[in-house]
């Protein structure tokens, strides 16, 4: 199947700081990327669609000044999360599409933790 | 809110066949039917998809019923591997809302 990586796997910052995390369709082209976020015990909440040269598409109730969404290129969407607080630590998920099967593939994960 | 409904648990015997059942009584004529799998920690597994036919693969097969309002995902012979959050989806090519899913359990 095709193969979606995630950068990093797992980040610990402090209050304050930014962290960027890197989503990458590895084998195919991906003009969509999503990105989701997941709390314990839960499941997994859109929060972003992220267009290949064009600006993110935000899902209700999420700030887009607070999680920056980049997709320059057909491989690569970025999520920084600027002035990361404690409430912001999640487990962070991308999905790329892949136009010739209409499928969603999903990256491992990136786990962010705040102090 | 999720459109696909599913229930929240479900027990499997190790070496028998899984059956996970998904209602989606909305879907519209074109949308696929998708099954994801999320096992602790890790991103959701694309499981397989289909639109009016019965699919199988290396993984799973899935079986639509004719009017399209519900499916069954089948794991033919569960292993202790297969234990995970299993997720109904309708839709095409757009953003994927995740419903609650199935928490399946592989007994030993």
């Known amino acids: 199947g095709a193969v979606v990586s995630q950068h990093p796997s797992r980040v610990i910052c402090k209050s304050g700081t930014s962290v960027k995390i890197e989503c990458r369709s590895l084998d195919f082209q991906a003009t969509t990327m999503f990105w989701y976020r997941q709390f314990p015990k839960q499941s997994l909440m859109l929060m972003a669609t992220s267009n290949e040269g064009s600006k993110a598409t935000y899902e209700q109730g999420v700030e887009k000044d607070k999680f920056l969404i980049n997709h320059a290129s057909l491989t690569l969407s970025t999520l920084t999360v600027t002035s990361a607080h404690p409430e912001d630590s999640s487990f962070y998920i991308c999905?790329?599409?892949?136009?010739?099967?209409?499928?969603?593939?999903f990256g491992p994960g990136t786990r962010l933790t705040v102090l | 809110d999720a459109k696909t409904t599913q229930p929240t648990s479900m027990d499997c015997a190790e070496g028998r066949a899984a059956n996970l059942p998904c209602n989606h009584s909305t879907i519209s004529g074109n949308e696929y039917v998708y099954w994801y799998r999320q096992i602790h920690s890790q991103g959701p597994q694309y499981i397989i998809h289909g639109l009016k036919n019965n699919e199988t693969n290396e993984m799973a097969s899935l079986i639509i019923t004719e009017d399209r309002k519900s499916s069954t995902l089948i794991l033919p012979h569960a292993t202790l591997r297969d234990t995970a959050v299993y997720y109904c989806?309708?839709?095409?090519?757009?953003?994927?809302?995740f419903g609650k899913g199935t928490r399946l359990h592989i007994l030993p």
């Open positions: 989806i309708d839709g095409r090519d757009d953003k994927i809302i």
């Open positions: 999905s790329a599409f892949m136009g010739g099967t209409d499928t969603q593939y």
